[in-house]
């Protein structure tokens, strides 16, 4: 594993032939949700049966939280409060129309370091997953969206729908890209129906989607992690 400053995001790197990121085997960047630290999701390098040589990257948003979220959290764009008063009360939030403020700085800030990573580490678009969990997980739609060539895949591990108006404008850059998208049957946090919403969504955009729902809340069990793994076979083997 190494810290790695790629383009304007501080990333960890890990796997590739020497446990830092060395080689040319093929890229997964994973993104993670919102108020986690930006080494949230790195043992998912150890627990995913990955192709030989797969490298790994985990990138830390560009936004510090501080305050009652920690030290190290970290987040791609600021929330709404009010949105999460209404979460918290019961009610059922759609997000379809929301356009956070910071979610293109965000989407800036990614296309970005997958530039560098082209550019300086042998990273080809045909070899990449791209994917993340919660306001990760949209944020890798958005940019694969806004990328200038298909990626391989995408995991998305609950997420939601967002920006659609800009994703329907987008909507053709997913046609025949491989995507997980997972989410629990009883999410408080992100409702299941707004993961349906999305899955109509990329399946309409013309995306080879495996939807995985699963009867658990905001969280990553097992069959997940297993269907990651079959993602990678499937896209980077």
């Known amino acids: 594993m190494i810290r790695r400053r790629l383009g304007t995001l501080d990333c960890v790197v890990t796997g590739g032939d020497d446990g830092r990121g060395g080689g ?17 999701l790195v043992e998912l390098g150890d627990h995913i049966e990955a192709p030989a040589g ?9 936004v510090a939280l501080g305050g009652m979220y920690g030290d190290a959290a970290r987040a791609w764009w600021m ?27 965000a989407r800036v800030a ?5 530039d560098v990573l082209a550019r300086d580490h042998g990273r080809t678009d045909g070899k990449t997953v791209l994917g993340g969990f919660s306001q990760g997980a949209m944020l890798s739609v958005d940019v694969a ?18 920006a659609e108006k800009i994703w329907q404008a987008h909507a053709a850059a997913l046609a025949g890209v491989t995507i997980l998208q997972s989410h629990g049957t009883r999410d408080q946090l992100l409702g299941f129906a ?3 919403r999305l899955r109509d969504f990329l399946l309409g955009a013309g995306a080879q989607v495996g939807f995985l729902p699963f009867p658990g809340g905001h969280e990553l069990p097992a069959p997940v992690l297993a ?4 993602l990678l076979e499937r896209t980077l083997g």
């Open 24 to 40: 040319d085997g093929p890229t997964v960047v994973m993104l993670h949700g919102f108020g986690a630290s930006g080494t949230d």
């Open 54 to 62: 797969t490298r790994w990257v985990f990138p830390a948003g560009p």
């Open 79 to 105: 929330i709404d409060l009010e949105d999460l008063q209404r979460v918290a009360s019961g009610r059922t939030v759609d997000r379809a129309d929301s356009v956070p403020d910071g979610l293109a700085e």
């Open 110 to 114: 990614m296309l970005d370091l997958l």
């Open 145 to 162: 969206l806004h990328a200038p060539h298909p990626l391989a895949g995408l995991a998305i591990l609950s997420g939601t729908l967002i």
């Open 194 to 196: 707004g993961a349906e």
């Open 227 to 230: 269907g990651f793994g079959d």
